[in-house]
């Protein structure tokens, strides 16, 4: 099993930037496609990035394109989301997950195991 715990979400206003880390344990990151979600009050949770095992393939979110971008450091179980331009409609737990697929897939189905959250808040 994996452990994921996310950290450096908070307060931001509008246009600005907030960078996100994901720290696993219990086994390596390195065998693991690893994804970004997040939730709204009220919503379902959506799909934001995925970055494949080795860091070559990554998926955006359309509404994300441009302004995020995922990434990755096997050698320290580190995996990042870094977010620009950051909108009020982005405020939402945001949840970093393990998939044993590989690929940088988008679907929330084939992850297999996720952290707790960190709260993302965008003020107008």
């Known amino acids: 099993q994996v452990q994921l715990a996310e950290s450096g979400g908070g307060l931001v206003q509008a246009g600005g930037s907030l960078s996100l880390s994901c720290a696993a344990s219990?086994?390596?990151?390195?065998?693991?496609?690893m994804g970004w979600f997040r939730q709204a009050p009220g919503k379902e949770r959506e799909f934001v990035a995925a970055?494949?095992?080795?860091?070559?393939?990554?998926n955006y979110a359309d509404f994300v394109k441009g302004r995020f971008t995922i990434s990755r450091v096997n050698a320290k179980n580190l995996v990042y989301l870094e977010m620009n331009s950051l909108k009020p409609e982005d405020t939402a737990i945001y949840y970093c997950?393990?998939?044993?697929?590989?690929?940088?897939?988008?679907?929330?189905?084939?992850?297999?195991?996720w952290g707790q959250g960190t709260q993302v808040t965008v003020s107008s």
């Open positions: 997950a393990a998939s044993s697929w590989g690929s940088a897939t988008m679907t929330k189905n084939e992850y297999d195991y």
């Open positions: 219990g086994r390596a990151l390195s065998m693991y496609a």
């Open positions: 970055i494949s095992w080795s860091g070559q393939n990554t």
